[in-house]
């Protein structure tokens, strides 16, 4: 018995995206808090809210979390589909702020791919050094058209515990 035109096609589209890794497996990434069905399919998986929370890596004691659109359907389904570029961002200081390296304005905290081969989601940090804040944007790009579509949050370093308040200041590269 041959398989149908429609499973031979799936089965290459989706090797062919883990392939181009569509839906990267990172073991310091984010970690999924919940996801909301926003509608129904009958046949396919629904479209979702999904809300993660990311830890800044090169910062400890600050958290980010954010929400995207993840679709379903036959393209959701396969891994396929190409993601709205809807995000929303919230970041926290959730213990005492110790900064591990020098960073720049807008460095990259996280980046994944939104669709097969040409948008991405990207968070990057920056400081406020008047303020003593880390600031964190949230936008996803694409190779021939980007988006307006972004999300900020501020993150005040307060003192925690006994310890000094670290400036971010003083962690900005020249």
């Not at 040409?118 to 058209?145: F, P, Q, T």
């Not at 370093?157 to 310890?163: D, K, L, R, Y």
Request: with cysteine; glycine share 10%.
């Amino acid at each position: 018995m041959k398989p149908s035109k429609f499973v031979l096609s799936a089965l290459i589209a989706s090797g062919l995206f883990a392939a181009l890794g569509a839906a990267p497996a990172r073991a310091d990434g984010p970690d999924l808090i919940f996801r909301k069905s926003t509608d129904f399919k009958l046949l396919t998986p629904n479209d979702k809210l999904a809300t993660y929370v990311l830890d800044d890596p090169d910062i400890d004691g600050v958290a980010c979390y954010y929400t995207v659109h993840e679709k379903g359907g036959v393209a959701g389904m396969f891994g396929v589909a190409e993601q709205t570029s809807d995000v929303s961002l919230s970041c926290r200081q959730y213990g005492p702020v110790k900064f591990k390296e020098k960073f720049g304005q807008g460095d990259e905290v996280f980046s994944e791919r939104r669709s097969a081969l040409w948008k991405r989601l990207h968070i990057v940090r920056g400081c406020d050094a008047k303020h003593n804040a880390l600031v964190y944007m949230a936008y996803s790009d694409r190779l021939i058209e980007g988006s307006p579509e972004n999300s900020t949050s501020g993150v005040p370093i307060q003192p925690w515990g006994a310890g000094d308040v670290a400036q971010c200041g003083e962690f900005l590269k020249k």
